[in-house]
C-alpha cells in the first residue's frame, strides 16, 4: 500500500514562499508519476503541478507557472513544491498524490491527507 505523507504548510503573507515535502513509501507501478493538487473551501479540487518519476518531467497549471517549482528527490522518495510570490488565491489545502503523469485528478490513486496553506493579504 503507498502512503504518503505531506509536510511544510502554514500561515505566510502575500509575497512570501513555502515549501510542501511529500515522502512516499510502498509499491510503485513503473512509469508513475506524483503531483500536487490543492482544494480551496468551496471549490473543486484542481491541478497544480506534476513530476515524472523516471524522466523527471513537470507539468505545471497556468496559475501557478514562473511562482512554483516541483522537484524530486530520488533517494529519499520525496518530491517537493516551492511556492514563491504567494497569493491570497493560493489558499487551500495542498494534496500530494501518486498515479499517472497527467494533469488530471482521476490518473491519480494514492492521496495524502493534505497540508493547510494559508496566505493572508
Known amino acids: 500500500q503507498v502512503q504518503l505523507a505531506e509536510s511544510g504548510g502554514g500561515l505566510v503573507q502575500a509575497g512570501g514562499s513555502l515549501r510542501l515535502s511529500c515522502a512516499a513509501s510502498?509499491?510503485?507501478?513503473?512509469?508513475?508519476?506524483m503531483g500536487w493538487f490543492r482544494q480551496a473551501p468551496g471549490k473543486e479540487r484542481e491541478f497544480v503541478s506534476a513530476?515524472?518519476?523516471?524522466?523527471?518531467?513537470?507539468l505545471l497549471a497556468d496559475s501557478v507557472k514562473g511562482r512554483f517549482t516541483i522537484s524530486r528527490d530520488t533517494v529519499k522518495i520525496t518530491i517537493y513544491l516551492q511556492m514563491n510570490s504567494l497569493r491570497p488565491e493560493d489558499t487551500a489545502v495542498y494534496y500530494c498524490?501518486?498515479?499517472?503523469?497527467?494533469?488530471?485528478?482521476?490518473?491519480?490513486?494514492?492521496w495524502g491527507q493534505g497540508t493547510q496553506v494559508t496566505v493572508s493579504s
Open positions: 498524490a501518486v498515479g499517472s503523469f497527467s494533469g488530471s485528478s482521476t490518473t491519480y490513486n494514492y
Open positions: 510502498g509499491p510503485f507501478f513503473s512509469n508513475f508519476a
Open positions: 513530476i515524472h518519476w523516471r524522466t523527471g518531467s513537470t
